[in-house]
T-cell receptor, first 113, second 111 residues
Framework: KAGVTQTPRYLIKTRGQQVTLSCSPI?????VSWYQQTPGQGLQFLFE???????NKGNFPGRFSGRQFSNSRSEMNVSTLELGDSALYLC????????????FGPGTRLTVL | KQEVTQIPAALSVPEGENLVLNCSFT??????LQWFRQDPGKGLTSLLL?????REQTSGRLNASLDKSSGRSTLYIAASQPGDSATYLC??????????FGKGTKLTVNP
């Protein structure tokens, strides 16, 4: 069974640009969650999508947005990039009901110059 | 605000030693407590999931326990090996944020 995949694995952007990251969950999983990991703040929850609807949202500005498609694949978009957006962005998938194990992808390393 | 704390932040042990990693959380309204390991620059690998109705889970040399009343979970690693060297993270699920993580414990097992 294939794991969670994320593309691209590495990205370099400049301030003010926008970026789109992609996450393909494990087959059969309907929930995709996104996290930002930085050395200073650690892992922080961005948002969760379930059956194409945003179900939960963390405390991030509106520049961070996402969506989920009918095949459960999800994209995350960051507009007007700032230097502080440099981070490892991780997505996790699960069946989406409570008591479900979360499985993480390898992450996308975003560097903003 | 939900908070998760992991102690110690770093731990260095000789190979073969048994060790305990600690995770504490402030809100006892919890669905799951999940332990992960993360190798440098990589994603998270799930180790153990403890549901709120459970007290512990075991997988090989790993044993995790959950005490909701005291807001604590421990990860016990038996007979540590150099390959166990990684950062160990606990994540608590139980609220509007899918998983709230601690800052992790960086474990180094010396041969």
């Amino acid at each position: 069974k294939a794991g969670v995949t994320q593309t691209p694995r590495y990205l370099i952007k400049t301030r003010g640009q926008q970026v789109t990251l992609s996450c393909s969950p494990i087959s059969g999983h309907r929930s995709v969650s996104w996290y930002q990991q930085t050395p200073g703040q650690g892992l922080q929850f961005l948002f969760e999508y379930f059956s194409e609807t945003q179900r939960n949202k963390g405390n991030f500005p509106g520049r961070f947005s996402g969506r989920q498609f009918s095949n459960s694949r999800s994209e995350m978009n960051v507009s007007t990039l700032e230097l502080g957006d440099s981070a490892l962005y991780l997505c996790a998938s699960s069946h989406g009901t409570v008591y479900n194990e979360q499985f993480f992808g390898p992450g996308t390393r975003l560097t903003v110059l | 605000k939900q908070e998760v704390t992991q102690i110690p932040a770093a731990l260095s042990v000789p190979e073969g030693e048994n060790l305990v990693l600690n995770c504490s959380f402030t809100d006892s309204a919890i669905y799951n407590l999940q332990w992960f390991r993360q190798d440098p620059g990589k994603g998270l690998t799930s180790l153990l999931l403890i549901q709120s109705s459970q007290r512990e889970q075991t997988s090989g040399r790993l044993n995790a326990s959950l005490d909701k009343s005291s807001g604590r979970s421990t990860l016990y690693i038996a007979a540590s090996q150099p390959g166990d060297s990684a950062t160990y993270l606990c994540g608590r699920e139980g609220g509007s944020e899918k998983l709230v993580f601690g800052k992790g414990t960086k474990l180094t097992v010396n041969p």
